[in-house]
Structures are given as C-alpha cells and as structure tokens.
C-alpha cells in the first residue's frame, strides 16, 4: 500500500491519490459565514535579512474562485494490428524521448480458480525470465548500456510493463519487447526469484505493522481463497512452477490482450512500421474470456490482531465500494470521489484534525480512495494512535462516517467541494505520462470514449440530491472492516465496545514445512528422465559412462574477497573416488589427496591427514562431478527424487542430497544447489551452483563458468580453462606425494 498523505488531492477522474498540494494559509480577516466559502488565499512568507531581530513578512494573493476547465486526456491514434495487438499511439516531439507501456486486462483478480498469484509471477517472468535468444544476463545488459527502464507491476485489474528510452533506441528497445512477449524463455531464475519475493512477504506478516493490517483487511473483506486477497500460503507459492506459468501464458495470453502504447518523439508512421516489425511475428491465438473474480459483500466486523509490545496502534477503516471502476457510471464515480474529498477538505473535520488528539506519530493519516483504474475498490483511512486511546480514536473516526453519510449535503459545501476537486485537476493534467497512461487503462478496460470527461461534467453538475441519493445506494456501512493492530492490553476500552463483529487474531508468519522429497516409484521414475534428457544433452549416456579419469583446470576469482583473490586450481579424477587438487593462491600452494574415506593434504612443507570435515567437503565434490551426477542411477546406493519441472534431487548412501535443475530449453544442467559443513566449525552453509558457458571436450558438453553462491551472496566465479577425460591417469600418479 503506498504511503501518500491526507492531503493528497482526492479525484474519482485520476482514480489515484494526487499530488500533494500546500493548503490555502488563513488570513487574518475575519473567518466569513461557513456556508459561504470565501475564495482560497496562498500566503508568501519572506525572512527578514537582519540578523539581530529575525522577523516575517507576508502578503497574501487571492486565487481565482472558479471552477476549473476540464482536464482532459491526450488525443491519440488507436490502430490494430493483424494479430490483434493495439497500437496507442500519441507523439510529443518536445523531448527526444518515447515513453512505452505495454497494458494487459489480465491482473491477480483474474488468477484461475486454486491458483492465486499467476498471474503476477506471469508478469514477473515476462520482465526478468528473458527470451528464446536473450538470457536475462543480456537483457539487463541491453537495457543498462541504453539507459532504459523497464519495470512491471501487477494490479487487481490491469497488468503493466513501463518503460522509457531516448527515440533513437526506440528500434531495438521494441525488437527486444517483441522477443520478451512472443517467444518468453520464462527461465527458472525468475520463477525462483518471484517465489522468494512473496516468501519474504509472508515472513514480513505480523512484522511490518501496516502491511499486515492491510492484509488482515483484505483477508475479513475478499475471504481467505479469493484471487482479491493477497495473503498467499507457501502451498500455493510452491505451486507455481515454470510449467504454470507456460500454461497460463499460452492459454490466456495473447496480442489480442495487449496494448502498447508509444508516447513522445515518434511519429505515427514510425510508430506502426515499428510496432508491426516488433510485434507482428506473434502468432494471433483465440483466448478464452476473462473477468476479474466477483466482489464479496462483507459483513461489518472489526479484526483486532494482537502485537504484544506495540508501541503504537495502526488504525485502518476500510469502506468497500460496490462495484469496480468499469462497471460505475460517471455521476457514482463522481459522489463517491466528492465523498472521499470531504475527508480532507472538511474543516476542521478533517480526518487528521479528528484523530490528531490520538496520534502517535509525526506522519499524518492517510487516505486512499479506492477509485483507481483497475484498483481495489475500497475507501481505506489508516492511521497510527497511541495504544491507550486506539479504541476512543476508533470510535471517533466511526462516528465520522456515520456523520458524513448521513448529513444533508448544501448547495454551498457541494460547490466549495467541487472546486476542490475539480482543480486538483490542473495539477495531474500537467503530468504527461500520468494521462496517457490513463487512457491505456480506459483502452484495456473497455471503457467508453470521453468517460473521465463525463465523470467530470457530472462532478461539475451533481445536485446534493444526486450526491445523497448515490450515497444512499453506493455506500454501504453494514460491509465496513476496521482493524485495529497493536497489544490489546493497552487500550482502555474493549474492542467489542465499538459495536462491531470483533474477531480477535495473533498475525504471525507461518513456519514453512520442511520439504519432503516425494520418494514414490512415480517421482523416481520423473527424475530418471530429467537426468536422461541431461545425459543426451551433454553428449550421450554412452560416452559419459566411458569416462574413467578426467583432469581439468580452473581459475577461481573470491568474489567477496577485498581486493578479489585469484586462486589457479589442478584437479585430477580416477573412478571411482580418488580425487587430487594443486591450488596456488598469493597465500601459498597446497596439495590434497582423498582416498575415498580420508587422505593427506600437503602445505607449508608439512604432510598431514586431511582433517574429517575437510576429507568430507572431497567426498562430496566428487559426488558432485557433473558427468558423473547425471548418471548417477548407475551408481550404488544412490536415490533419485522428482522435484519439480527439469528438477531433480540425488541423495548418495551418505545422505548427501544435490538438487540438480536443468535448462528448461537446452536440458543442460543450468544449477546445482546443496548444503555443505564449514571445516572450522561444522555449521551449514547453502550453497548454489549456476553454470554456463557450455563448451565440447572430447565430445562432452561441459560448463567452462560456476558462479558460486553463499547464503545468498556472489562468493566466487570459477572460470574452466582445459578438461580432458581418459588420459590413463593411474592410481600411482593421482596419489603421488611430494
């Protein structure tokens, strides 16, 4: 949830909190008759330059009390291409730059049914999953040399990708978008890395104060398995895996769903030869239809969620609107955003002036009106208060509700509120990119030609009947939510006393079960097909089980090392377990022998056994060994465990388990995860192998690049420099000592 201020300028035509405004200062002239609104005065305020007697000097300038000219939309040409992809296009020669958006009515409210969150992994993996041709490595590298921004956001609504080049990129920045929409790569990193986003989100639940009491809102409102709530469960987090996503994208993807949208320093012609160039390859597929999940009517309840300790209390009050900004008509859009309105322009009712008796921080209380294209579609006023008095601030902002949906509306104030918000206006119709973005949603949305300049014809003439009657029909106050989030032993009243149904929570983040490896003859037989599509792709079962000796050198760079460390590896392997390694590093050269249970390791001109922990990090880098990895159905003792798509886990007799992913295109092995005991103190670091950079030696495939890393952090790069196999290496010089 963003963390705009009340005083935000509240519009039904931005659909968004605006721009903040400074308030009109009060003159020194007498306060004139509340039902005639005086015209607003900004005060100038100018420091004397006398040192001795700082002092003020002020003059005020009267604005015009007028009602503002509509704001309007910018005009733009809307062409379709064969496949069905709509072109926006609006040029703005003024700057040498060309703003591009590419908007989808496909957002999280359209997830299907038990599988909440994919379409925001789509929108994920579209941006960061790279293309057939591009990994993700070269598609940020492309974008960072040019200076362009791309980001992608998921709404409940409404799916957009932003992005912003200079016009002379513009060419290969759209070839680029082309390939990231037709022929996505969705790679396993960026389903992993979406995952791990929303874990963190629900280990964040109970610990951010406000984003807990937001979802413990939208948890009571939505339910706890409509696609609206966005309080996922690991279940449904692990569900989403890289053949989902696929699924989903060529089942209810397509151009025909798309708009892209070209503002600035293009002219139309460009524009289209460009689009269809980029875009014109992706293949038109019939897409079934799509509708967001249905609202739910709540019933009126107050979520008291227990923080023991709190030292401040978050007060959310949740209205929930009716219906969506697509099913709304002008005139409802236009009373519910003068409604909103009434919130901050009301003096001194104002929602900050209510609660500042209670509040507990410097930050002023907040307002969100709910009316944003594509949006959540709820009034919500959050606060922080001081724990003894949250039930009493709870109650006053209650009684202001009832006070402000019930009163008669006079022609003065409905005017004062409309000039109000009508000029707020003039301040989004200045931001270029804010308005055509709009007009994107309005495209994707299917809303009607001129419907933000009909909500503002109606907002200009509401009649205080229309805006009760629609206050009446719109606003219902038997489906508030309020929650209350701090240590209920603070507060001085009981949350029952509000009247409301109270339901009492402890936010908490779930443990995540510890995984369990399917270990059915099914999910054996998955993995013995993933680990034969590795074999074919590196070069054949056939050859890799010839492989006897191997030798093989590496330049390793220490990463987290400062200044980095080069350290130069020979390494030398004879099956089925006797393994050499020479290393030289500015700190000295050591050798090390493993025996297959121990060995000696050579260093500082001292011979001595290798060290149990040590003899063990050995052992499990042969386990280890890539050739011998993906053939490892033929090594004793070994099991083999589905994982999920092209992912494997191989756990040897000493149950030492490696999970092995492959490329989901090449079926090269693409990483390698595992834990392994530091030999200092034996505690368990996780530790992630990624390889490229395949090259042929000796007619196997093998990745001459391993990154390494450690708990999450770059820790080394070893770079391959020469491999042979079957030299006839044997065991009297792999274990010759000093």
């Known amino acids: ?24 200062a009060q003159s020194a002239a007498p306060k004139p008759d509340p039902a005639t609104p005086a015209a607003p005065r900004v005060r100038v305020t100018l420091p004397r330059t006398s040192p001795a007697k700082p002092a003020e000097t002020s003059f005020s300038l009267p604005l015009p009390d007028t009602v503002p000219p509509l704001a309007k939309l910018p005009s733009a040409a809307v062409q379709s291409l064969p496949n069905g992809l709509r072109l926006v296009h609006s040029p703005n020669p003024s700057l040498p730059i060309v703003d591009v958006y590419l908007t989808s009515a496909l957002g999280y409210t359209h997830d299907p049914a038990g599988k909440r969150g994919l379409n925001r992994a789509l929108a994920h993996a579209i941006r960061y999953g790279g293309t057939a041709t591009r990994t993700r490595e070269k598609v940020e590298e492309f974008l960072n040399q040019r200076q362009i921004t791309l980001q992608a956001a998921a709404g409940p609504e409404l799916i957009e990708w932003a992005g912003r080049c200079r016009s002379e990129d513009l060419a290969e920045f759209l070839a680029l978008l082309g ?111 799509s509708a967001p999940a249905p609202l739910p009517v709540p019933a009126r309840t107050l979520i008291s969620a227990q923080l023991p300790n709190a030292t401040s209390v978050r007060l959310l009050l949740v209205l929930p609107w009716k219906q969506r900004m697509a099913e709304r008509t002008p005139a409802v859009t236009a009373a519910l955003g003068l409604f909103a309105a009434n919130w901050e322009d009301r003096q001194p009712e104002s929602l900050a002036a209510l609660l500042k008796p209670f509040d507990s921080e410097d930050a002023r209380p907040r307002i969100f009106t709910g009316l944003a294209t594509g949006g959540i579609p709820a009034l919500q006023l959050m606060a922080a208060v001081r724990p003894r008095e949250a039930i009493d601030a709870a109650v006053v902002l209650w009684k202001q509700v009832e006070k402000l949906r019930a009163e008669a509306m006079t022609p003065a104030r409905l005017d004062a509120l409309r000039r109000h918000y009508l000029r707020s206006l003039i301040f989004q119709a200045a931001n270029p990119q804010f308005r055509f973005r709009l007009l994107l949603q309005a495209h994707a949305l299917a809303l009607p030609a001129g419907h933000f300049e009909a909500i503002q014809q109606a907002a200009a003439t509401l009649t205080p009947a229309d805006y009760s009657r629609i206050l009446a029909e719109q606003l219902n106050l038997d489906a508030a939510q309020l929650v209350l989030l701090g240590d209920e032993g603070d507060y001085r009243s009981s949350p029952d006393s ?99 249970s121990l060995g000696w390791i050579h260093a500082n001109r001292a011979l001595q056994n290798l060290a149990p922990l040590i003899a063990q990090q050995y052992r499990n880098e042969v386990i280890r060994l890539l050739f011998r ?31 092995l992913a492959l490329d989901f295109d090449t079926h090269l092995p693409e990483r390698i995860r ?26 196997v495939l093998m990745p001459h690049r391993i990154a390494v890393i450690q708990n999450g952090q770059q820790f080394a790069e070893f770079v391959m420099t020469s491999i042979r196999f079957n030299t006839g290496l044997t065991e009297e010089e792999i274990s010759r000592k000093p």
Do not use: C
Not at 5 to 17: G, H, I, K, M, V
Not at 632 to 659: K, M
Not at 677 to 697: A, F, H, I, M, T
């Open 1 to 24: 949830m963003s963390t705009m201020r009340l005083t935000l300028l509240l519009t039904a035509f931005a659909a968004l909190s605006l721009a903040q405004v400074p308030r009109p």
């Open 629 to 659: 990895l993906v053939r490892a159905e033929r090594l004793e003792g070994y099991q083999l465990f589905h994982a999920g798509p092209a992912l494997a886990v191989i756990r040897s007799p000493e149950n030492y388990a490696v999970e």
């Open 498 to 596: 509000i009247g409301f149904t109270v339901v009492h929570t402890k936010p908490a983040p779930p443990a995540e079960a510890e995984y369990k490896p399917d270990e059915s003859e099914a999910s054996r037989a998955r993995a013995l097909e993933i680990l034969a599509q590795a074999a074919t792709a590196m070069g054949g079962a056939e050859r890799l089980d010839a492989i006897s000796d191997a030798v093989w050198d590496y330049e390793a760079t220490l990463t987290r090392a400062s200044p980095p460390v080069v350290i130069k590896q020979h390494n030398s392997w004879l099956q089925p377990r006797l393994y050499r390694q020479e290393q030289s590093s500015p700190a000295g050269s050591a050798i090390s022998f493993y025996d297959g």
């Open 179 to 289: 390939e990231m929409f037709a022929r996505p790569a969705f790679r396993r990193s960026a389903i992993e890395e979406f995952q791990a986003q929303e874990r963190l989100a629900i280990q964040a639940y109970g610990r951010n104060i406000e984003f807990t009491a937001d979802r413990e809102a939208e948890n009571a409102w939505f339910g706890p398995q409509s696609p609206w709530n966005r309080r996922h469960t690991y279940d449904e987090i692990r569900a989403i895996d890289r053949d989902g996503v696929l699924a989903h994208y060529k089942a209810h993807f397509g151009p025909a769903r798309v708009l892209l949208g070209l503002q600035g320093d293009v002219d139309a012609a460009t524009a289209m030869a460009l689009a269809v160039k980029s875009f014109g390859a992706w293949p038109a597929t019939p897409l079934p239809a």
């Open 674 to 699: 595992f834990l392994e005991q530091r030999p200092n103190d034996g505690g368990l670091v996780r530790v992630e192998e990624r390889l490229s950079d395949y090259k042929v030696s000796d007619g």
